[in-house]
């Protein structure tokens, strides 16, 4: 309300007639302070009038950091803390948040890892995971949930316990605020897979149905949805489900029976949840997180349910190199290549602890030196 439109109802009211004196002076007092508080903010009202000159939306981005969260999903601990530890050392500590989901109860303390970025950095209301179940969702919502509550958190990164950097922190810092969108990947279902179950519809319609990798990268208002979605979830709960591994012993059967509906919740959530929200063009369709499938033609193997793990061997310099200069990514349903525009993958996974050690030590997050690995930073 300006003083104008303030100064005119008091007028009005002025006009009642004055009897009670006393009235008639608490009304001058009134007057005062409408007075006093209209001019009031209409000086604010210059003033940040004066600062829209100068962009207004610059202005307002100083009064809060631009911070990632850190969303470490895991089974216990964190085996590659030593790497991770160095990569956070090298950051300005106003720049990002960590949270864990661990198992129910499980505590980061300096008796299960030396690096203090992670002590007491998880959640207090986790859950019990079955991997490859609908509770591995949860997780990740609690996550999203817990990191929405700082609202200096912009962008918010679901890691696993075997994700590794491959940049130090600066690089991935501008990378990634350099994106108003969030690195969702999401591609049409290969129609052979059979993973959508009829039993959804019309809750969750097929051509809505999609897949994508579990490690996502999101911005504010799209953790938002995630976390609080609970109209889709409920429905993957209750129809999206992993079938037993195979059972050579039971012969056709049971390959049958896995080939039906074998829906891995975790990849399928959040690219159908943010499709069905009209939000798929808001995406980078893509994730930051490199994985390599086995290409074994044994694929009804059990080990080709999961990605390759790098050893110390495999991670050597020109693997990693070759990681690096990925530039582009091709989705064969959807005859879709997406180009980068430089590296497309920030991070590497399953590494194990030989592995991240030698992306410490080839420097790929920071000048390495073994005398400071778990020293805090300066
Ligand atoms: C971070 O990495 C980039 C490229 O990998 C490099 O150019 C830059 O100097 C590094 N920054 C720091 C602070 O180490
Ligand atoms: C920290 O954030 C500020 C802006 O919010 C940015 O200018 C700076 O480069 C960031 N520091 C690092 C190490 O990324
Ligand atoms: C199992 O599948 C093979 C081909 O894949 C077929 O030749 C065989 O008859 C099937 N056996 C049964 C019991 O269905
Ligand atoms: C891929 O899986 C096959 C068996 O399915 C296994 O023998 C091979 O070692 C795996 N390759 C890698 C690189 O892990
Ligand atoms: C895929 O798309 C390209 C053009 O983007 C086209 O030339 C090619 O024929 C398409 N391939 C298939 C299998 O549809």
Same mark, same amino acid.
């Given at each position: ?93 106003? $720049? ?15 008796? %299960? ?15 019990? %995971? ?10 990740? #919502? ?25 940049? &130090? ?8 605020? /350099?994106?108003?969108? !969030? ?29 994508? /990798?579990?490690?996502?990268?999101? =911005?504010?208002?799209?953790?938002? =949805? %995630? ?24 012969? $056709? ?6 080939? *039906?509906? &074998? ?32 290409? !074994? ?16 061997? /495999?991670?050597? *310099? ?16 959807? $005859? ?13 996974? #399953?590494? /194990? ?17 073994? #005398?400071? %690995? ?5």
């Amino acid at each position: 309300m300006t003083a104008k439109k303030r100064f005119a109802a008091v007028a009005s009211r002025r006009q009642i007639p004055p009897f009670v004196s006393k009235f008639v002076i608490s009304l001058l007092v009134l007057f005062c302070f409408v007075v006093f508080f209209g001019l009031f903010s209409q000086f604010k009202l210059q003033s940040s009038s004066v600062s829209t000159e100068f962009g207004f939306d610059e202005f307002r981005l100083e009064d809060y950091r631009m911070k990632i969260a850190f969303l470490f999903l895991v089974r216990d601990n964190l085996p590659l803390d030593f790497l991770w530890h160095n990569f956070f050392k090298n950051a300005d500590p106003e $720049n990002f948040t960590i949270y864990i989901h661990s198992k129910p109860g499980f505590v980061f303390d300096e008796s %299960v890892t030396r690096s203090a970025f992670f002590y007491n950095r998880q959640l207090k209301n986790s859950v019990e %995971v079955g991997w490859g179940k609908p509770t591995m969702i949860e997780a990740e #919502k609690l996550l999203f949930k817990a990191a929405l509550e700082d609202t200096n958190n912009q962008i918010f990164i679901l890691l696993s316990d075997s994700c590794v950097p491959l940049y &130090n922190f600066s690089y991935i810092y501008r990378y990634i605020m /350099s994106s108003p969108r !969030s690195f969702v990947d999401s591609f049409i279902d290969d129609a052979t897979e059979k993973r959508y179950n009829p039993e959804m519809s019309p809750d969750i319609p097929e051509d809505k149905w999609r897949k994508g /990798s579990q490690w996502i990268t999101l =911005v504010r208002r799209h953790a938002e =949805v %995630v976390a609080y979605d609970h109209v889709v979830f409920p429905i993957f709960n209750k129809h999206c489900k992993r079938r037993p591994l195979l059972d050579l012993s039971k012969g $056709n059967e049971s390959l049958k029976e896995q080939q *039906q509906h &074998n829906c891995i919740p975790d990849e399928h959530y959040v690219p159908t949840l943010l499709e069905m929200r009209g939000i798929e063009g808001e995406l980078l369709r893509r994730t930051l997180t490199y994985s390599l499938w086995n290409q !074994s033609t044994e694929t009804m193997n059990t080990l080709a349910w999961h990605p390759v793990t790098f050893g110390y061997t /495999s991670a050597s *310099q020109k693997n990693i190199q070759a990681i690096k200069d990925i530039d582009r990514v091709y989705f064969k349903s959807e $005859n879709r290549t997406e180009w980068c525009g430089g590296p497309c993958y920030l991070f590497a996974r #399953k590494f /194990s602890r030989g592995a991240a050690m030698r992306v410490l030590t080839n420097g790929l997050v920071g000048p390495y030196d073994p #005398k400071t %690995v778990f020293l805090d930073p300066t």
